[in-house]
């Protein structure tokens, strides 16, 4: 019952937020350049969606997002499920991570400017040391939650490491693994348009930065909607990894 609410009581939740805004800039007479209705931005969004260079800028920030999210899933989960099973290795190297994990990454831009330039390449490293650590840290929990008696087993088996891993191990930190993948795709798109705000000259955060500039305030809105319709977009593709991969969780089988 609760989960069709939700398939209405959402809708309708978006519904006033978005009558409360029209009244809001109706009643105060707000001006335009300070809050466009959402019909003038509705209005911009669908202009801009109607320029062929805009899917190109979409293509950008789509490209530098997703490329940095895999790059920090495949060495985010490897070297989690190396410092989860060496407890030795993960306390020498936790003082380092949680000071890197703590540093502001977007200080980090200039340095990546410098290094790959002001291409693609700096906006994708970005994406990707903002994606690692949440990744980490998740398949590093969810190796060291494997029940002992689960190992115990293995070993009565004579399994191998590896066997293992494969058979016990990964299949336990899958959930632990895929909810760091969906604190990931967020942070990934945040730090891909990050970049783009502060050393680009291609892809949505780019033209959000060129509309501002150009005192097109409705336009910047209309950016605005496009980032956040790709990153709902890329959130809920993971989201439903989730249910594909692991069924079984009680995370997604409580929703069915």
């Given at each position: 019952?609760?989960?069709?609410?939700?398939?209405?009581?959402?809708?309708?939740?978006?519904?006033?937020?978005?009558?409360i805004?029209?009244?809001?800039?109706?009643?105060?007479?707000?001006?335009?350049?300070?809050?466009?209705?959402?019909?003038?931005v509705?209005?911009?969004?669908?202009?801009?969606?109607?320029?062929p260079?805009?899917?190109?800028?979409?293509?950008?920030?789509?490209?530098?997002?997703?490329?940095?999210?895999i790059?920090a899933?495949?060495?985010?989960?490897?070297?989690?499920?190396?410092?989860?099973?060496?407890?030795?290795?993960?306390?020498?190297?936790?003082?380092?991570?949680?000071?890197?994990?703590?540093?502001?990454?977007?200080?980090?831009?200039?340095?990546?400017?410098?290094?790959?330039?002001?291409?693609?390449?700096?906006?994708?490293?970005?994406?990707?040391?903002?994606?690692f650590?949440?990744?980490?840290?998740?398949?590093i929990?969810?190796?060291?939650?494997?029940?002992?008696?689960?190992?115990?087993?293995?070993?009565?088996?004579?399994?191998?490491?590896?066997?293992?891993?494969?058979?016990?191990?990964?299949?336990?930190?899958?959930p632990?693994?895929l909810?760091?993948?969906?604190?990931?795709?967020?942070?990934?798109?945040?730090?891909?348009?990050v970049?783009?705000?502060?050393?680009?000259?291609?892809?949505?955060?780019y033209?959000?930065?060129?509309?501002?500039?150009?005192?097109?305030?409705?336009?910047?809105?209309?950016?605005?909607?496009?980032?956040?319709?790709?990153?709902?977009?890329?959130?809920?593709?993971?989201?439903?990894?989730?249910?594909?991969?692991?069924?079984?969780?009680?995370?997604?089988?409580?929703?069915?």
């Open positions: 019952m609760s989960r069709h609410t939700a398939w209405i009581a959402t809708p309708l939740l978006l519904a006033a937020l978005v009558l805004w029209d009244l809001y800039v109706r009643v105060f007479e707000v001006s335009p350049f300070i809050l466009p209705s959402p019909l003038e509705w209005d911009a969004t669908v202009l801009l969606l109607s320029q260079r805009t899917y190109g800028h979409i293509w950008v920030t789509l490209f530098e997002t997703v490329a940095g999210f790059i899933v495949v060495v985010g989960i490897g070297f989690g499920a190396l410092l989860g099973k060496i407890p030795w290795l993960e306390r020498t190297l936790n003082p380092l991570i949680v000071g890197l994990q703590v540093m502001p990454k977007v200080a980090l831009i200039p340095l990546f400017i410098v290094w790959f330039g002001f291409g693609m390449t700096s906006k994708v490293v970005l994406a990707a040391v903002i994606a650590f949440p990744i980490m840290t998740n398949t929990l969810g190796i060291k939650s494997v029940e002992r008696g689960h190992r115990d087993v293995m070993q009565s088996l004579n399994a191998s490491a590896w066997a293992t891993f494969r058979d016990v191990e990964l299949p336990n930190a899958l632990f693994i909810t760091g993948m969906e604190v990931g795709i967020v942070l990934a798109t945040i730090g891909a348009i970049g783009e705000y502060l050393g680009g000259s291609q892809g949505l955060g033209m959000a930065v060129a509309t501002l500039n150009a005192f097109d305030v409705k336009a910047m809105f209309g950016v605005i909607m496009l980032l956040t319709a790709l990153g709902l977009i890329l959130y809920f593709l993971v989201v439903m990894l989730r249910r594909y991969v692991t069924p079984w969780h009680e995370s997604v089988a409580g929703q069915h």
